[in-house]
């Protein structure tokens, strides 16, 4: 299965941004689809954005146009940049990939918390 690794978490005030990284072990390009995943207390995780391998997207109607997913072949990374965040986006947020046997794995999660 494949390993995930997420960074970028972190403290950030109403409004601001953060970029959040997933860094896989192998080709991401062999990977049916790597999404964006988050989870706050109390509540069951979600589907927050997602990259097919031809590039297509898709994302929660919560963070459209404020959260853009992107990757980089060459680094093997996912990225979910995070802009105009709300306090209701505070979650742990999970990388997740999807490969071709249907394989599901998940990266550890990093904390995201959006407070003034």
């Known amino acids: 299965q494949v390993q995930l690794v997420e960074s970028g978490g972190g403290l950030v005030q109403p409004g601001g941004s953060l970029r959040l990284s997933c860094v896989a072990s192998t080709d991401i390009f062999n990977l049916d689809v790597m999404g964006w995943y988050r989870q706050a207390p109390g509540k069951e995780r979600e589907l927050v954005a997602a990259m097919y391998t031809a590039g297509s997207t898709n994302y929660a109607d919560s963070v459209k146009g404020r959260f853009t997913i992107s990757r980089d072949k060459d680094k093997n990374t996912l990225y979910l940049q995070m802009n105009s965040l709300k306090p209701e986006d505070t979650a742990v947020y999970y990388c997740?990939?999807?490969?071709?046997?249907?394989?599901?794995?998940w990266g550890p999660g990093t904390q995201v918390t959006v407070s003034s």
């Open positions: 997740n990939a999807r490969d071709s046997l249907s394989r599901r794995s």
